[in-house]
């Protein structure tokens, strides 16, 4: 396989090189992409987990890495981007081979900091802080986000203190601890990964978690991550291109649960 591939997939690390969806593909649009040279994608056996494989040659990670996936639904979701392929590849249109080649060529190396990363993400969920104005608003959390924080007292012991404003309000040990301890079910490089987009993403972990337990469905957290963007565009009109900007970011996150759903079977 051509050099170039990893090349233009970069080198991973946790962090992406642009956290903007948009202006991530606006830097890699300026890459010159490697011309397609294959023609059949199949995905095929590998010992304990599966390939996809070009023109029988196996994909490579920007680590040169054979990219090498647990599950056959989750092979089969990276062939697909790969079948989609033109005339050129382009990365900006293959978010689940780009989140695969982060789990294999970094996350799977660091895998305590990246969970130590979400749980950071925990001390300061998005959630636990609420507006006191106006009234529509304050029930509107209250409503949405409230029963996130029930099912996590009921279902792990974590229980989370409120603010109104944005000072910080330090969590009880206790509660960090409880998250940290659901937080472990999910420790291998794919599914950290896919948390971790999908924690960035929404701006808590909460809402990360509670997607990957089916507590709620990727529609839902999406919106609960919006409420406060959604009230805002109800009262004072909807920005194009922030309305862009959020679709280009779903995409992520629908990948990043694709992946996450996937490597289980």
């Given amino acids: 396989m051509r050099d170039e591939l990893s090349d233009i997939f ?142 996590a007292a009921e279902t792990f012991g974590a229980r989370f203190i409120l603010a109104v404003g944005v000072m910080h309000q330090e969590q009880p040990e206790a509660a960090i601890a409880a998250f940290e301890k659901a937080l472990a079910r999910h420790r291998d490089p794919f599914a950290l990964s896919a948390l971790h987009v999908m924690t960035t993403l929404t701006g808590s972990a909460l809402i990360g978690l509670a997607l990957s337990e089916g507590r709620i469905s990727l529609e839902e957290a999406w919106s609960l991550a919006h409420l406060d963007e959604d009230w805002t565009d109800e009262h004072w009109g909807i920005d194009a291109e922030a309305a862009h900007r959020r679709a280009k970011r779903f995409e992520e996150m629908a990948a990043a649960y694709g992946v996450f759903s996937a490597r289980r079977g």
């Fill in 10 to 151: 970069g080198t991973f690390v946790p962090e992406p090189s642009h956290e903007d969806p948009v202006r991530r593909a606006q830097i890699q649009m300026k890459r010159p992409l490697p011309k397609k040279f294959y023609e059949n994608v199949s995905v095929e056996a590998d010992g304990d987990s599966f390939a996809v494989k070009l023109d029988g040659r196996p994909v490579k990670t920007p680590a040169r890495n054979t990219l090498l996936l647990p599950t056959t639904p989750l092979a089969e979701l990276v062939a697909v981007e790969w079948r989609a392929q033109k005339d050129v590849i382009d990365p900006a249109t293959m978010p689940v081979t780009r989140l695969a080649n982060t789990a294999i060529d970094a996350v799977a190396e660091q895998v305590d900091m990246v969970a130590a990363e979400i749980l950071r993400f925990a001390g300061t969920d998005m959630i636990f802080y609420r507006a006191d104005t106006p009234q529509e608003l304050v029930e509107r959390q209250n409503l949405s986000w409230n029963p996130l924080l029930d099912w």
